[in-house]
Nanobody
Framework: QVHLVESGGGLVQAGDSLRLSCAAS????????MGWFRQAPGKGREFVAA????????RYTNSVQGRFIISRDNAENTVDLEMNRLKPEDTAVYYC????????????????????WGQGTQVTSSS
């Protein structure tokens, strides 16, 4: 069984920071690109950030560029999302996801290639 388990969500004030973490098991972690997606109430799933299999390439959606940082530790089978200067519009359930890689340079920024998903963790930024 493949398990992706997110943690670190919570309720914060606008302008604060949170660090989300996703722990993966049941897969060869270095064979997967990892991504973070989010879904706000009444809205569709939105790409947030992704990092390729060896951490050499990262991609971000425009709304979080410069505020969020994605990282991974292949020795610990974890991927993190550091979220800074949070805004109310960042409020959503955040999901980590894994996409099997052919070891290309960039990770996917769309949902379809991601075959495994975590259960999500709630992030609420209030003003």
């Amino acid at each position: 069984q493949v398990h992706l388990v997110e943690s670190g969500g919570g309720l914060v004030q606008a302008g604060d920071s949170l660090r989300l973490s996703c722990a993966a098991s049941g897969l060869i972690f270095r064979d997967y690109d990892m991504g973070w997606f989010r879904q706000a109430p009444g809205k569709g799933r939105e790409f947030v950030a992704a990092i390729n299999w060896n951490g050499a390439s990262a991609r971000y959606t425009n709304s979080v560029q410069g505020r969020f940082i994605i990282s991974r530790d292949n020795a610990e089978n974890t991927v993190d999302l550091e979220m800074n200067r949070l805004k109310p519009e960042d409020t959503a359930v955040y999901y980590c996801a894994a996409a099997f890689t052919r070891h290309t340079s960039v990770p996917p920024t769309i949902a379809d290639p991601y075959e495994y998903w975590g259960q999500g963790t709630q992030v609420t930024s209030s003003s």
